[in-house]
DNA sequence: TTGTAGGCGTTATCAG
DNA sequence: CTGATAACGCCTACAA
């Protein structure tokens, strides 16, 4: 095999026989070429295995059509579905997007808007932690996807986010219309959480009932399960006898939390749902299996990161209207971990 | 604020009082500079906001120091964690790298290898379905990391990954070792399912041990879960009468149908790890949940990511001896699932 | 150490 | 639709 230098938008006109302008059209399929010329371009494309370079065309166009999409937590199940759903909606733009996870890279000391300015990005998602100061530096138009904390420092940009808030309040609605009155609420630290827990105290306000909260150090399985060991036990005369001031249920910040409470109630013999309900937050898969069946709050990331992709879309074609800040209400998912209490 | 036109070499150039090549030199930080030019220059970079343009450098340029990852599916744990040993690596080689999800990208019509190819990636990871053709085309500088299935079709390459038939002999052997002899697997599809289940057979046979799989309709939870139900009461007279042909362990081929299994056996009235044992694959961070305390089988993907990164770099920076393939031996994890018999 | 010239592969613009 | 030509921002010699 020859090691042909890569071929170049003029290989393919030359081929072609036809001018390079032409070729340029045709592979941005503008609507004035004739089908024959374009079948020839085309069969020159592929006889010659050319592939546009996209560093080239960034260079001399005005724009790159990409997005840099800043993420926190690739391992978080959330970031994920709300990407595809970016993602579908910017590719209908006619958008390339491009992933930096703020975690990994900062602990590269690389930051992640800083990559993205150096690739020339028309459009930034930030769907994690980011510096304020470098995004308006950046110069770059940005949506804030989910994430709270960020749009306090960036109040000038677009929001989209899940209400939380509103989820805590969902949660224990179902859980006080089952007739549940001592209501626990497991957290952790983190903005998300405190949303959830922040809804959960209104609603429980709201009722007449006395919100008791229980803060775990971090918000994972083993963690929640400790705490919930505590508070289950608090009162309790043996593995047997608890106490009347006992909850009879709680809501878990999220769905590996709540998994935690319930294998805490396991060790200490209390039945789910029969003794004791729980509600989580984020439905991720885990909440389905069998073992598990939680009932738990869903704030569909799917859903915000299509919102996110079409305000950013329509700001990049130059709509010139300012993009809305949008916020959707979390619902409900019944499974078998709450019931009558 | 003015806006000002983005800020070149040229401008910093000026700004600090020196030549363009100066800049650039400062910019990769060639050893040759004065330590005063070169504060200069970084001061005149942090003043005007300066952010070189990896488009013009690419361009310009012998490579583009980036590399392309191809990966299956992001919601998948072992992605994310390859991922991050890949990063660590290639970033200390000086890479940059983007990842493309294949599944993703194939639903939206566009291949991923092409789009890699039109950044004029350096390299190429493949984690993921990937066409074959598409990489030799390509002739870009690639490794396979993990997918097996790959590496028949493009045997040219060097492919790192964990040796999961000894995963399943792993787990088979732990089993024994616990007195069980009526062990049967629950598997699915897939090149990984498959080789798990190899393993297994392999296992079992050189125990004088009789295999019994049974295959699921895909690689989850609910299908494990449906399969374990019919594989547990097979032959039992109700709910407490089981028959002596029953399984007194299971392998399943992946942490989520593990769960599952175990989920089955719980509905059966069956205790775990008391009356069934049960071993599954990947250690996801499930497997340390209380509520499921799985003994599972640990791939390390993190030391295979790292390891494909120091691969890939060895070969981009010239170093002309070939990348050996190399493949890791997993581990057993011990947890609260699998007891004597 | 510094400066200069040329080129990388496209897009954009405009006159044919 | 075609051709020609000027950017785009940087790298890579090579010469000073």
Redesign the interface.
């Known amino acids: 095999m020859v090691v042909a230098k890569r071929p170049t938008i003029y290989d393919v006109a030359e081929r072609a026989g036809v001018s390079k302008s032409l070729v340029s059209l045709v592979l941005r399929d503008s609507p004035r070429v004739s089908e024959e010329k374009r079948e020839a371009v085309l069969a020159a494309v592929a006889d010659l ?1 050319y ?6 065309a ?2 001399a166009g005005t724009r ?1 059509r990409s997005v840099g999409v800043v993420i926190d937590d ?2 978080n ?1 959330w970031f ?2 709300a ?2 759903g970016l ?2 909606e910017l ?1 209908a733009g006619g958008y ?1 997007l ?2 930096a996870d703020s975690s ?1 890279n900062a602990h ?1 000391g ?1 930051d992640p808007i ?2 993205f ?4 990005v028309d459009g930034l998602v930030l769907a994690g932690e980011a510096s304020a100061d470098a995004v308006t ?1 950046s110069g770059v138009p940005a949506v804030v996807l989910g994430v709270r904390a960020l749009s306090a420092e960036l109040p000038e940009l677009p929001v989209i986010d899940s209400d939380e808030t509103a989820g805590g309040h969902l949660a224990v609605q179902h859980l006080a219309s089952l007739g549940h009155r001592r209501i626990a609420c497991v957290s952790g630290p983190g903005a998300s959480a405190g949303q959830r827990e922040r809804g959960y105290a209104e609603a429980m306000r709201e009722l007449g009932l006395e919100p008791s909260i229980a803060r775990a150090p971090d918000t994972g ?2 963690a929640a ?1 400790e705490v919930a060991r505590e508070l289950l036990a608090a009162g309790s005369r043996g593995a047997a006898g608890r106490s009347g001031s006992n909850p009879t249920a709680v809501f878990a910040v999220n769905d ?1 939390m709540a ?2 409470v ?3 109630a ?2 200490l013999g209390l039945a789910v749902p029969g003794d004791l309900s729980v509600v989580g937050y984020d439905d991720s ?2 909440a ?5 069946s939680l009932t738990t709050i869903s704030g569909d990331p799917r859903e915000l990161g299509e919102a996110a992709g079409r305000a950013l879309v329509a700001r990049l074609e130059g709509d010139a209207s300012r993009i809305e800040s949008r916020s959707f209400t979390p619902r409900l998912v019944q499974r078998g971990s709450a019931a009558e209490v």
């Open positions: 295995n592939t546009p370079s996209r560093l080239a960034g260079l790159t690739f391992s199940l994920v579905e990407l595809a993602r579908s590719a390339t491009s992933v990994l590269l690389l800083e990559a300015r150096a690739l020339r530096r399985e083993a399960r590996p998994t935690g319930i294998g805490a396991r060790e898969p885990l389905a299996y069998g073992l598990v």
